[in-house]
């Protein structure tokens, strides 16, 4: 969804987003928004509403479709593409020596033997894995599962993600959530799965 009315001088148009980088935020507190892009970048002028505090991605999110839908009666800039996928990787077995892992899992060992990571992304399944499993100045790439996918990634598990992805697009919101409850899913059948 993306809802982006015509700018009407009377009447100020509402943009629900989010930000980790607190530099950016401090200096939208203080009316600066030349750090931003696109559309807050050309025409905010005011922070009406700061949530800070989120510890993972998902609640920050869910916290952002709540103000969507609470500042719903304004007009509302809110860019939402469905832009996004859900993908499954192949973990070789020691990975359960991580004990994020084995926490995930509440210590089950898979049935079937199987240990995978579900992830979103709005790359292409087969860039994000290459972006896993690559180095950079000679340590794993930044934007890498540094304990899990990058020491402990096999291959993408394509026969999975067309039984249960199929290449659907998401927004980033529903991705989160499809992800995690595909990993719970796959739980079920026996696997043993992490998400972030």
Excluded at 77 to 94: G, I, M, Q, S, W
Excluded at 135 to 164: A, F, I, Q, R
Aim: with cysteine; charged share 30%.
């Amino acid at each position: 969804m993306e809802n982006s009315p015509q700018a009407n001088k009377k009447l100020p148009v509402y943009a629900v987003t989010y930000t980790s980088n607190m530099d950016k935020l401090k200096q939208a507190k203080n009316g600066d928004f030349s750090s931003w892009r696109g559309k807050i970048k050309k025409h905010g002028s005011e922070l009406i509403e700061v949530s800070e505090g989120f510890d993972k991605k998902l609640d920050c999110l869910l916290h952002r479709q709540e103000l969507v839908n609470k500042y719903s009666d304004h007009p509302l800039h809110f860019y939402n593409p469905e832009a996004y996928t859900v993908y499954v990787v192949n973990l070789d077995k020691e990975v359960w020596d991580y004990n994020g892992f084995k926490k995930q899992n509440n210590g089950k060992l898979p049935s079937n033997g199987c240990y995978l990571y579900i992830g979103q992304t709005s790359k292409t399944a087969k860039q994000r894995f290459k972006i896993h499993k690559s180095k950079k100045n000679g340590k794993p790439h930044p934007d890498s599962s540094t304990k899990v996918v990058h020491p402990h990634g096999e291959s993408l598990n394509l026969e999975l993600m067309k039984k249960y992805t199929n290449g659907n697009k998401y927004t980033e919101l529903d991705s989160l959530l499809m992800e995690r409850k595909l990993a719970i899913d796959l739980r079920k059948l026996g696997y043993a799965t992490y998400y972030n």
